[in-house]
């Protein structure tokens, strides 16, 4: 059977020095693609782009819209090209006019917002219609090192997966829709997504377990769910159930923020607080304690309130299924052994 072939049409400006930006770009779009291959053995992605040298303003203008249409994604750099003192800083007009018509050809759902960090602002210099809609920020000057590019590469990596995962509708077939069954639908798929990353047996365990206890495989879920709340394609309509997502994830983070008052516990898949008896706990490790206390009540109380909204007024989200599927994903990135500690986390060793 033939593949689908899934289009990636990338709007990049040439005001930027093209090595932060229209080369850095591409080159990371080209790297992410590579690696989402695998995942996606029945896609094909094709990066498109603007051909902005060909000869013809008409026929460069009629065939950015023809490949407007034609595509599944769009990645726009949206960076200012401004000067740095400018009343009114504002990106590239051709990305800007190229982002306005792909608006209304994919929506919103279906683009992706770069904005480089090292050369403007942000989201100070975004125009209020962009700043809307959770442009994704990365850092790259001249120069840069293969860690900051990989970065941009891994950002590049999970804005693609996410579109490919979720597959919005596009505007035409929304149309005769009524509004609250297109933002009710949007709610379940994004619910679905976040749902996705949460094992509840593992933070059901967390809950129960902190402060002395913090296992690997709960941090493990946290990177996920963090990786989803943070990312620029994640955005709910409804009040409520973004309220207590917001919180949750707030509390989450709280409960974590004590890093320096765990050890590794050798022989064990967790970390310890340095003290478990509350009888020898000293000065900030009181502190600590207690803050973390606090965040797993919050915990506890706004998840349960998730878990009841869903039940009650999403029903296509299967909290069932999600589950095995997260928990599957732990499984079959971490077999044997566990990871021993969170990525991008460091417990320091007394």
């Known amino acids: ?180 069954k297109i933002e009710h639908d949007h709610d379940v798929k994004k619910m679905k997504w976040l749902m996705e990353s949460l094992h509840l047996p593992t933070i059901d365990e967390l809950i129960e377990n902190i402060p002395q206890r913090i296992s690997n495989r709960s941090i493990w879920h946290w990177e996920n769910f963090n990786g989803i709340v943070e990312n620029s394609l994640f955005e709910l309509y409804d009040p409520a159930l973004k309220n207590l997502v917001a919180r949750f994830h707030r509390a989450w983070l709280r409960a974590l923020s004590h890093d320096e008052h765990y050890v590794d516990n050798k022989g064990s898949t967790a970390s310890i607080f340095h003290h478990e008896h509350r009888q020898a706990l000293r000065g900030d490790e009181k502190g600590a304690w207690a803050d973390i206390l606090d965040a797993r009540e919050e915990m506890r109380f706004t998840l349960d309130a998730i878990l009841e909204r869903l039940r009650s007024a999403y029903h296509k989200v299967d909290i069932s299924k999600s589950n095995r599927k997260a928990h599957r994903g732990y499984i079959e990135q971490y077999t044997d052994p566990p990871p021993k500690k969170g990525k991008g986390r460091d417990r320091k060793k007394k």
Not at 81 to 92: F, G, Q
Not at 133 to 160: C, H, M, Q, W
């Open 1 to 180: 059977m033939a593949k689908k072939k899934v289009r990636i049409f990338y709007s990049w400006q040439s005001d930027s020095p093209s090595e932060t930006n229209h080369n850095g770009i591409r080159n990371a779009l080209r790297k992410a693609m590579r690696q989402l291959k695998p995942q996606y053995p029945d896609l094909t992605l094709i990066l498109d782009e603007a051909t902005r040298e060909t000869s013809g303003s008409f026929n460069i203008a009629t065939e950015i819209i023809e490949k407007l249409g034609r595509a599944d994604i769009v990645i726009a750099d949206i960076t200012s090209v401004t000067s740095p003192r400018a009343k009114r800083p504002c990106p590239n007009p051709n990305v800007s006019y190229e982002l306005g018509y792909a608006v209304g050809q994919v929506g919103w759902n279906r683009i992706i917002l770069l904005f480089n960090t090292a050369l403007a602002k942000f989201p100070g210099d975004l125009p209020f219609d962009f700043n809307q809609n959770r442009a994704s920020p990365y850092a790259l000057k001249e120069g840069a090192s293969p860690t900051d590019r990989e970065k941009l590469v891994g950002l590049a990596f999970v804005s693609i997966k996410a579109v490919l995962d979720l597959n919005p509708k596009r505007p035409s077939e929304l149309k005769g829709v009524p509004r609250e």
